[in-house]
């Protein structure tokens, strides 16, 4: 029996789709044509030709020390321990960080590759493949707190209740892997857990939920619950997913609630996901030789490198938007021993996942992104208890780097300069929105006219601002 | 155009980025409703004595239009102009204009620039899109007019009461204040919701369960006038009433059964705090003793055990007790956040970044947050015996007999022992004040701190606070509890004098000793410090670097305290709940708005500082906070006055005709639909399948979950409870912090290391897994299935009553979602059981398997069909949302 056919509340001649479409209020057609992905709807066009096709964005929360990892600055070694110039701090409000005394980097750099790029000892695998990595040493921004730069970073405003880039990227492009959802989460930590602005960062703010990511857990089962409970038959199942719509479509019919579009949404994708995510997660068939790249077997690389083969298994999969979240990179105090930490736990894995991409062909079409919401201070900081040789540095947004690799950005290129304390950037100047518009190009989307509407006004991910870096592209 | 427009205009133009700046003001913008404004203002224009005010009528105007490029964030400022502060706005500008010269609207550079007529001068620029209304306008340069005076911040000013305006129809002041909103929008208020719906919305609010059958029929039929208020009268009565609003409350405590940080150890008896609170809203102890209690219980004069037992608030802090963790750091740390949770619980104030530095944005200082801390900076944590019903008489039998053999027992090696107590105690307290002199003392010291009552949820510094008693004032209990920490942990040099007195030998005998006395549960709860410690600020936070000193005190931007009073954490409860406090009531009853509405009067419930919201009613909010202060802070009474108003009772259907203006449904036209929080998720589905056990109290219980996720703790301890215990409400469900119940943290349990206002309701694949293959929700389908069955008897086609599948349909439909069934969902249920009956006549196997351990009733293909549907319809978006 064809239950679908059995659908007796819908006057006839009116399919699913326009039925959700009458039903529906508040969001727009290309939301509602991407709920339906999964009865077959094709992807939206992009608005020009895609250098990129999916996103794995390598988030870092907590602002890591540009300082300490990216951007050598030798002549600061001659004025540690000293005042920072009266003219970089007087716009400070915070008289404490003001007073800090500049701290040079207890990092050695070399420069790496056929590029010559500099990269610190402490990630010394990331700066193996630097002729693959664009980095960028001029990002700034204007947000100096977590909550609102990690925000600004995701969803183009330091407000919550905006949808993520990883929501407008495939509210943009729509998903084409059909069983599993187009924004996948990833997330691990270093013992001190995620802070700042949480799952906003994943959220899908005013667009409709199925545009949140989707959180795995870091664990031995990634996903609870996907097997069928024992005497639900696969028939079962199914059946059970066809009442449940058409009842769930009776029940918003009559409320007009768009959210429960969602929610048959998000029942169909788990029903789907129920065969394609054991597969996703099976490492089984990965050689050894690829459970090294990605420290698989190593205690500490474990975590993130887990999540790091998961992210290519995932794109490998369709998967559009791939969000890696490593935490926490807040270094107050304890800047060296939390460093080695925190780079330990991913600089290999990461490496590793830009070498496999590659050596799969897979990094042409995926675009890499690294970042955390702000830099660190020239300064150092003295705080919590933390004595001599455990200084920190606090949050600083007014200069930081982060780098791209793969799908549409040129490889071996250092872009933008800060001045000699890294404190303010004197070259190439990239703000976060920035960062956001040359994303969205690298995907075909003019990030001016993907817009989204809401109480009664277009929203866009880079708010009114943004500028494609030009520079950078391949 | 005058010279001094234009050379406004001009510095305009100088700034390289304008244009791009003032276009970020765009995102700035927020939904409001100053159409209302324009409608006020515009009854008001003709009586030019009428005096504006500033947060009420000129605030919204230049916070919306205006403070994006003239306010407070310096990195956007334009022509260096900032409106929102008085000395700023009226100051001459470089520019040589002043935009404000108060009193006279012609003089000043903001009335020309409002109200000008050329495009390219007119504010806000065109780019921004924002246009001022003639009344806006008006408002402004009444505001010059009458001298544009400021206002502090809404939320520092106490609370004012306006009359509720007329309103047709409406009795109840809430309906008044929301329907005179509504009518200036010329917007219909959404008519009352049907029975049914109703009662499942205001059963749900209340008790967090879904209403009975019964309830269901009862209210239906019941066709007196009150029938509606005798509903709210008896769930505001019903014992789960307690434990619903107790979940609401300990968000906030951010309450866990466990210490958290790395080992996670347990606490065993944390949830004697969680029972305080149940039992607090079920007997509606008036909010103000509610506060004092858990505040400062322990300092009131003579304390009861339950008001001892309400300070049990502050001990759901973290606790670190692993091997190297430094005992001041750690204990400062536990201060710091008491003193946030404190902030956020009653004031609504993000006060934590003022630990390090001044706060950025809101009135704060550093020294203030210190002040603050102060109060708890003497607090101690300290476990107390506090028995169960039916402990204390069997125990205080057995306390003297026990008493008397442990003296016995004692009595041989009392003099040589007291004197090597003595020793190591003297020791102890030198190594505390002079730390670094030996590495065993240091180490001895920092166990005694870190592991005291370690697995039992005692406080850290319960043994230190002992040793720092006077021998006189110890009691019996504290004499006893050190001398048994003292017998097992001696130190190393100690060792040779233990052998000699056979210590080794006694602690056994001690122990059995202590297994045959009976059992007496103790609770959590704060001292006074035996000591009073100094509070110093910590120079960036640290707190080895001691700043001034301060005492202990409030808020420069809020009242202070009541004269008279020693400055101790009483003083600041009785502060916190005095009538003139202008953030106390108001941030509760908002949070209570937040639960029966899905979004408080002031959407961010957690900050009443200047960067969280303004109110969306700020005249209600004030009249429901002087409501709830006026008829004694009773939360029921509270409660019942929102559920009762005709606000409350309408229909959350969704309205079109505002999906653009009011998409968030700010103006309340309508209610609104929310899915059910984690807990609720759970105890509904166990409530229609029969399985849920409704005890009310006791200790914490595991019901099972995936084997994977106990395993992600520290220690693996989830031992799934057995019998009953497998079925209680998710509020008893033990919390491990580092690996919380992995259902509610699906459904957006909030991480128990800090306080949470407001839960987040997502909608994800995830939940969709959990409620189809989860073996617990499937056990709720076999349950609920056989209980159908069992209650609605007969065959098809027999009689008068009709159809027994169609019956049973409505039977089934009247648990899960407190409603019947409509002709199509009829139509498509009885299409998809048949199809599920043939397909298990099909797969016995499946059948067998789906009915294993349920006693049904009749053929097993038929049962495991209802099964089947049973399960679909506790996956149903409804069965999960409150409508």
């Known amino acids: ?474 | 155009m005058g010279p001094r427009l234009r050379r406004f205009k001009m510095r305009n133009r100088d700034t390289a980025n304008a244009t791009r700046i003032w276009k970020r003001q765009g995102k700035l913008y927020r939904p409001t409703f100053v159409v209302l404004l324009a409608w006020l203002c515009g009854l008001n224009s003709g009586e030019a004595a009428e005096p504006v005010r500033y947060n009420r009528d000129v605030l919204p105007i230049l916070a919306d239009n205006c403070f994006a490029c003239h306010g407070f964030d310096k990195s956007k400022r334009e022509a260096e102009l900032r409106l929102d502060l008085r000395e700023s706005a009226a100051a001459e500008l470089p520019s040589g204009v002043t935009a404000i010269v108060p009193g006279k609207p012609a003089e000043s550079a903001l009335w020309e620039r409002v109200s000008a007529t050329d495009e390219a001068l007119l504010m806000p620029p065109a780019e921004t899109g924002k246009r001022l209304t003639a009344a806006e306008r008006d408002v402004l340069r009444r505001w010059i007019e009458q001298g544009a005076e400021y206002e502090p911040h809404w939320a520092y000013l106490p609370p004012q009461r306006v009359e509720p305006p007329p309103a047709d129809g409406s009795e109840s002041a809430i309906d008044r204040f929301i329907r005179s909103r509504l009518a200036a929008e010329k917007i219909e208020p959404s008519p009352e919701a049907d029975r049914h719906t109703l009662l499942r919305r205001v059963t749900l609010d209340l008790t967090g369960l879904p209403p009975s059958p019964l309830e269901v029929d009862a209210f239906v039929n019941d066709r007196r006038d009150d029938a509606y208020e005798r509903v709210v009268d008896r769930l505001l009565a019903s014992v789960h009433f307690g434990e619903r609003w107790a979940r609401w409350w300990l968000d906030l405590a951010h309450y866990a059964d466990t210490d958290g940080y790395l080992q996670d150890f347990l606490r065993p008896v944390a949830w004697r705090y969680r029972q305080w609170v149940v039992d607090a809203f079920n007997r509606d102890l008036p909010f103000d003793e509610f506060t004092i209690y858990q505040l400062a219980g322990d300092l009131l004069p003579g304390p009861t055990a339950s008001q001892r037992m309400g300070t049990g608030f502050l001990r759901n802090t973290l606790s670190n007790r692993e091997g190297g963790a430094d005992l001041e750091e750690f204990r400062v740390k536990q201060v710091i956040d008491r003193t946030a949770t404190v902030a956020t619980t009653w004031l609504a104030l993000t006060i934590g970044c003022a630990e390090c530095h001044d706060h950025k944005f809101d009135a704060i200082t550093q020294r203030e947050f210190y002040q603050l801390y102060a109060f708890f900076n003497d607090a101690d944590e300290v476990n107390f015996n506090a028995p169960l019903p039916g402990e204390r008489a069997p125990w205080e039998t057995a306390k003297q007999e026990h008493d008397r053999k442990r003296a016995e027992l004692l009595a041989p090696v009392a003099a040589p022992l007291a004197e090597l107590q003595a020793d190591w105690e003297r020791r102890m307290l030198e190594t505390e004040a002079h730390p670094g002199q030996s590495y065993a003392w240091d180490r001895a010291l920092e166990l005694l701190g870190l592991q005291w009552g370690q697995d039992l949820g005692e406080g850290q510094l319960e043994g230190l606070n002992i040793i720092k008693t006077p021998l006189a004032e110890r009691t019996q209990d504290q004499k006893d509890r050190l001398l048994d920490y003292f017998l097992s942990r001696p130190p190393a040099e100690f060792s040779e004098k233990f052998k000699e007195l056979k210590i080794s030998e006694l602690r056994s005998k001690l122990e059995a000793l202590a297994k045959e006395l009976s059992h007496v549960t103790r609770a959590p709860a704060m001292m006074k410090a035996p000591a009073q410690r100094v509070t110093h600020v910590h120079i960036r936070g640290d707190f080895r670097r001691a700043g001034e000193v301060v005492q202990p005190g409030t808020l420069a931007a809020l009242p202070p305290l009541l004269e008279g009073r020693q400055a101790d954490r009483l003083a600041l409860a009785r502060w916190l709940v005095s009538p003139e406090h202008p953030l106390t009531a108001r941030v509760a009853v908002n949070r209570m708005w937040q639960e029966l509405f899905g979004r408080g009067l002031v959407a961010t419930s957690e900050n009443f500082g200047v960067r969280g919201d303004r109110p969306s009613h700020a005249e209600l909010l004030d009249w429901l906070a002087i409501e709830f202060v006026r008829g004694g802070w009773s939360v029921k009474v509270m409660l019942k006055q929102i559920v009762m108003s005709q606000t409350y009772r309408q229909t959350s259907a969704a309205r079109p005709d505002l999906a653009e203006r009011d998409p968030n449904n700010v103006l309340l036209a309508r209610q609104v639909r929310l899915r059910l929080s984690a807990e609720a998720v759970r105890d509904s589905a166990l409530a229609a399948s029969g399985l849920l056990c409704r005890t009310v109290g006791g200790p914490s219980v595991k019901p099972p979950q995936p084997e994977s996720v106990s395993k992600e703790a520290y220690r693996s301890v989830w031992e799934p409870s057995e019998g009953a215990d497998r079925y209680r409400r998710g509020l008893y469900t033990f919390l491990q912090r580092t690996s919380p119940f992995a259902q509610f943290v699906t459904f957006d349990l909030p991480d128990a290391s800090r306080s949470c206002t407001r839960r987040e309701r997502s909608n994800t694949p995830l939940q969709a897994l959990n409620l189809l293959n989860d073996p617990v929700f499937l056990e709720a389908a076999q349950a609920f299935a056989a209980r159908v069955l069992r209650e609605e008897r007969g065959t098809n086609g027999e009689g008068k009553e009709g159809n027994v599948d169609e019956r049973r349909l409505s039977r089934a439909f009247l648990l899960a979602l407190g409603r019947n069934p409509q002709g199509a969902e009829v139509q498509r249920l009885l299409a998809y059981l048949r199809q599920q009956q043939e397909l298990f006549e099909s797969d016995a196997a499946s059948a067998q398997q789906l009915l294993q351990d349920t006693p049904l009733v009749e053929g097993s293909s038929a049962e495991a069909a209802w099964v089947a549907l049973c399960s679909v319809l506790l996956n149903l978006d409804e069965a999960v949302t409150r409508e």
């Open chain 1, 1 to 474: 029996m064809n239950n679908r056919m059995n659908f007796g509340a819908l006057p006839a001649g009116i399919s699913r789709r326009q039925f959700l479409a009458r039903s529906s209020h508040g969001f727009g057609a290309m939301a509602l044509w991407h709920l339906l992905a999964g009865d077959g709807a094709a992807a939206t066009q992009p608005h020009f030709a895609p250098r990129a096709k999916n996103v794995i964005f390598m988030f870092m929360v907590g602002g890591q020390s540009h300082l300490d990892l990216f951007d050598p600055k030798p002549q600061m070694a001659k004025w540690h321990g000293q005042p920072p110039p009266e003219s970089l701090v007087a716009s400070l409000p915070d008289p404490q960080i003001k007073a800090g005394t500049l701290m040079a980097s207890r990092r050695a750099f070399k420069p790496y590759g056929q590029s010559g790029i500099e990269y610190s000892e402490l990630v010394p695998h990331t700066a193996a493949m630097a002729d693959e990595i664009c980095l960028i040493r001029s990002l700034h921004c204007e947000q100096s707190t977590h909550d609102a730069a990690e925000l600004l970073f995701h969803s183009g405003s330091p407000l919550f209740g905006n949808p993520s880039i990883g929501s407008w990227v495939n509210y943009g492009l729509g998903s084409v892997c059909e069983n599993l959802p187009g924004y996948l989460v990833l997330i691990s930590d270093d013992g001190r857990g995620l802070e700042g602005a949480g799952s906003a960062l994943w959220g899908s703010g005013f667009m409709p939920s199925t545009y949140r990511g989707v959180t795995f857990r870091n664990s031995s089962d990634p996903i609870l619950h996907l097997h069928l409970p024992t005497g639900i038959s696969a028939a079962t199942q199914r059946a059970r997913l066809d009442a449940l719509a058409d009842l769930n479509r009776l029940h918003q019919q009559s409320t007009g609630d768009a959210e429960i579009a969602s929610r048959i949404a998000s029942y169909e994708m788990a029903f789907r996901m129920q065969t394609a995510a054991p597969e996703l997660l099976d490492f089984s068939q990965e050689t050894a030789a690829t459970r090294a790249m990605y420290g698989l077997d190593a205690e500490q690389t474990r975590p993130f490198g887990a999540n790091c083969l998961l992210a290519r298994r995932m794109i490998e999969r369709g998967v559009r938007f791939v969000h890696l979240l490593h935490t926490s990179w807040d270094d107050h105090s304890h800047l060296d021993k939390h460093l080695a930490n925190n780079c330990g736990m991913t600089d290999l894995p990461t490496a590793g996942l830009l070498q496999d991409l590659k050596q799969r062909g897979l990094l042409d079409e995926t675009l890499l992104v690294w970042a955390g919401e702000f830099g660190r201070t020239p300064m150092g900081e003295v705080r919590r208890g933390s004595t001599a040789g455990k200084e920190g540095r606090d949050h600083h947004p007014f200069a930081f780097s982060a780098w791209m690799a793969g799908g549409g950005v040129q490889g071996g290129r250092a872009y933008g300069a800060t001045d000699e304390f890294g404190y303010n950037v004197v070259e190439n100047p990239v703000h976060v929105h920035d960062l956001q518009a040359t994303i969205l190009h690298l995907l075909g989307i003019d990030h001016e006219r993907l817009t989204y509407r809401h109480a009664g006004r277009d929203y866009r991910l880079t708010d009114v601002a943004g500028k494609v870096v030009k520079e950078i592209l391949s």
